[in-house]
């Protein structure tokens, strides 16, 4: 299958600090590639590259063969990448179904003058919007909560509504930052088993994710970044036994101890 999603080269300095340094990332279409690493390994920073928070020192992306390297986040949207994000962003004193529609808006072709005069236009686009936002309710298992405020979800609800707003805008590609931070265990096997089936939306999923479990159990291919660099990549059997991916996460020490136990 060909790459969604390519990296190549790609930096980001912040004066003397290098917080990504030349990785080269694929992400195959209708897969689940997840993103793991130490704490300051450089995880969200290259979430924020590839979503356009920020513009790299060097290096190039591209979405389906087009360069976005240059491009701010709303092209990004428009070209089919979308991101919800660690820390819950949503408007607490809208409804459910309201937050849902607000994902909708690169996806809206009505100038504001028909909106304004409600227009047959305006209101068929709006009919059509409301549909498909009943649809991701029902997806995410909050169908029965469309008329509900927001902001008295419970949180494992508000994190299922932020995928369900990120999913409004018809993205190929999803990236989620911490999607299972905060979940008790039921919450995150409810998540697991969302996720997989949005494979069957012609969604592809770039995660990145602490919970080993999770990401073990979910992605197909994972890579793993260390101080900024990448230093391993496979699928979650040959993560779990590289060498430098554990002594990243457990030390020098333990590493050498367990390659003698496993020898």
Known sequence: MSALLSARGLTMQFLGLVAVKDVDVDVTAGSVHGIIGPNGAGKTTLFNLVSGLMRPTSGTLTLEGRDITAL????????????????????????VLENVMTGMHTRL????WMALLRLPGFRAEERAGKAY?????????????ADVRS???????????????????RPRL???DEPAAGMNPA???????LLRKLGHRDVTLLLVEHDMGFVMDLCDRITVLNFGSKIAEGDPREIRNDPAVIEAYLGSKIAERLARTLA
């Open 151 to 169: 902001g008295s979800l419970a949180y494992g609800e508000q994190r299922r509504l932020e995928i369900a707003r990120a999913l409004a805008a």
């Open 109 to 112: 072709t009505t100038p504001g």
């Open 187 to 193: 919450e995150t096997r409810d998540l697991a088993a």
């Open 133 to 145: 936002a009943d649809e991701l309710l029902e997806l995410v298992g909050l169908a029965d909560k």
């Open 174 to 176: 999803l990236l989620l």
């Open 72 to 95: 701010p986040p709303y092209s990004r949207t428009r070209l089919g990448l979308a991101r919800t994000f660690q820390n819950i962003r949503m408007f607490t004193d809208m409804t």
